[in-house]
Each structure stands twice: as structure tokens, then as C-alpha cells.
């Protein structure tokens, strides 16, 4: 089992940046796909962007393409979400998940995923 925790959330300003972190507990960490999920308020969960257990396949939702950029940083088992150019639209509860198997970014969009962190609030607000 993998546990991930997430941090980095916070309140900022339209048109700002935000860089979330998540760390994985497992040492197994580069054979992990890593996905970062949103759930805005009243809303349904929304698949943000993937990256695969090599890191040479990555893949944004139109959303967030050209203004979110995803990364793995394997030494320290962390992945990351770096966010800029943020915009109102873009307030959510942020969730980083992990998962073993076969890439899909398709499973990942239907909240097919393995390993779940808590979340963690991005307020983009003036």
C-alpha cells in the first residue's frame, strides 16, 4: 500500500502560482504512475494531468494545458503540480494519486486510481 500526503495548498490571487507537493511512502515509488485529481465545490471529481512511472509520458487536461505543469522527482519520492497563470475556476480540493498499473489516462479521468492522499484546498480568490 502506498500512502501519499499532500501539501503546497493555499489562498492566492488570480493570475498567481502554486506549487503543490505530494510524498509517497512507498520506496517502490518510480513504478507508479502519478495523477493529480481536483473535486471543485459542488462539483464531481476532475482529472487534472498524469505523468507515467518513467516520466516520459505526461498528459494535461485541456483545463489546465499551457498553465500547470506536472513532475516526479524520484530521490525524493515527491510529485509535484507547479500552477501558474491561476484562475477563479481553478478552486478545488487538490488530490494526488498513485497507481501501478498499465497507463490509462482515460481509467485515471473516471477516478479509476489506485492510492489516494487527503487533498489539499487551492483558493484562487481576490
Known amino acids: 500500500e502506498v500512502q501519499l500526503v499532500e501539501s503546497g495548498g493555499g489562498l492566492v490571487q488570480p493570475g498567481g502560482s502554486l506549487r503543490l507537493s505530494c510524498v509517497a511512502s512507498r520506496s517502490t515509488f518510480s513504478t507508479y504512475a502519478m495523477t493529480w485529481v481536483r473535486q471543485a465545490p459542488g462539483k464531481g471529481l476532475e482529472w487534472v494531468a498524469s505523468?507515467?512511472?518513467?516520466?516520459?509520458?505526461?498528459q494535461y487536461a485541456d483545463s489546465v494545458k499551457g498553465r500547470f505543469t506536472i513532475s516526479k522527482d524520484e530521490a525524493k519520492s515527491t510529485n509535484d503540480l507547479q500552477m501558474s497563470d491561476l484562475k477563479p475556476e481553478d478552486t478545488a480540493v487538490y488530490y494526488c494519486a498513485a497507481d501501478s498499473r498499465t497507463f490509462s489516462a482515460t481509467y485515471y479521468s473516471h477516478g479509476d486510481l489506485e492510492y489516494w492522499g487527503q487533498g489539499t484546498q487551492v483558493t484562487v480568490s481576490s
Open positions: 505523468i507515467n512511472s518513467a516520466s516520459n509520458l505526461i
